[in-house]
């Protein structure tokens, strides 16, 4: 039997993982799981924004397991990973580091706007302070990540993009320049790439306070979407225009029945519907969605034991192999100083 294809794709433990990150990422991983051999990393070296703060990361990675038995990621077959508890992963990014241009980082999109937010008084989201070395080297350690366990493919959210393009272009140079270690890993990016908060604003995310979370309880989401944000007002027999209610995004990204959506839409378009009835639709879709996962996670919360034992096991895991990689990179980079004589 030839072995499987690897994954490697991870999150930082900042909190509760919520729609966006199922629709972009987690549904993806829950259904490649049993095709690949999966690595699932909770990569806490990189909470550089809440580096301050750990007790926070610590509850972090427990709630970012929880999530992830919740959806359905199988332990036994997939490892799940605690990086910091894989210091290769710190060893792997020293050496790369040398293998990558400041001025390459310095194009990556995602890092450019971070250190400008970082920077930036006027931004509220972001807490102000100088930039830290961190930032340099944590896009590096994700490259060192997915290089770990020389994966094949990546699946995350759009965001991710250019940190795997950076991981291909550090594995072409690695592989040229000294042995060929490592695959070129492929990315791939969920159903929804990237779904709006509930406020109708840019993107879901925690800082933003617009999520709905995996374990929100279904009173919890029916309050959620009753506050959201529907498009221009109008009268209840007032014909709307789709495009201009994010409500039907949510409907496409989460409600099954196309078919009656697609009804929705037209009767939405010529008689009008009130917004009450589209979020009910939209609280039912998305508790029928929430449903098993909740019921997974009282089953998970009833015995922490159990998830104790997904982190421990998969980190494991992770530290066999990534043992044989650090010894195909000191092979590759000639570093056995001790075998001259
Ligand atoms: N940077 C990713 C995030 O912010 C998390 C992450 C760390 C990751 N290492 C990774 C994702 C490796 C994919 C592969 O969500």
Redesign the pocket.
């Known amino acids: 039997m030839t072995e499987r294809k690897r994954i490697?794709?991870?999150?930082?433990p900042t909190g509760a993982l919520h729609l966006g990150h199922y629709a972009g990422a987690l549904e993806n991983w829950v259904r490649l799981q049993k095709e690949y051999d999966c690595y699932f990393?909770i990569?806490d070296y990189?909470v550089s924004d809440y580096a301050d703060d750990i007790p926070r990361v610590r509850d972090a990675v427990w709630e970012v397991a929880l999530d992830w038995l919740a959806v359905g990621l199988d332990p036994e077959g997939s490892s799940f990973v605690i990086?910091s508890l894989v210091p290769e992963h710190a060893e792997l990014t020293t050496w790369l580091s040398w293998f990558l241009p400041v001025a390459m980082l310095e194009r990556n999109p995602t890092l450019k706007a971070e250190m400008a937010a970082m920077e930036n008084p006027e931004d509220p989201n972001a807490e102000r302070k100088a930039v830290p070395v961190a930032f340099y080297t944590?896009p590096v350690?994700?490259v060192a990540?997915?290089l770990m366990p020389r994966a094949h493919l990546?699946p995350?959210?759009e965001?991710?993009l250019p940190?795997?393009e950076l991981t291909r272009e550090t594995a072409r140079r690695f592989n040229h320049r000294f042995k060929n270690v490592f695959p070129e890993p492929e990315a791939l990016v969920g159903r929804i790439p990237r779904l709006l908060g509930t406020d109708g604003n840019a993107k879901m995310s925690k800082s933003r306070g617009n999520t709905i979370d995996l374990k929100d309880s279904a009173e919890t989401v029916a309050r959620k979407i009753k506050r959201m944000y529907a498009g221009p007002p109008r009268e209840l027999d007032e014909p709307g225009t789709v495009e201009e209610n994010p409500i039907f995004l949510y409907l496409d990204a989460f409600d099954p029945d196309t078919q009656a959506v697609a009804e929705l839409k037209q009767r939405y378009e010529t008689a009008g519907v009130g917004n009450k009835e589209l979020k009910d639709r939209l609280t039912v879709a998305i508790n029928t969605l929430l449903d098993p996962f909740r019921d997974r996670r009282a089953k998970y919360e009833g015995n922490m034991g159990l998830v104790r034992e997904a982190l421990e096991h998969g980190t494991n895991r992770m530290r066999v192999i990534a043992r044989e990689t650090m010894e195909m990179v000191r092979d590759a980079l000639d570093l056995n100083y001790l075998e001259k004589y």
């Open positions: 490697l794709t991870g999150i930082r990393l990569a990189q990086e944590y350690m994700q990540n997915i990546v995350v959210g965001d991710q940190h795997i």
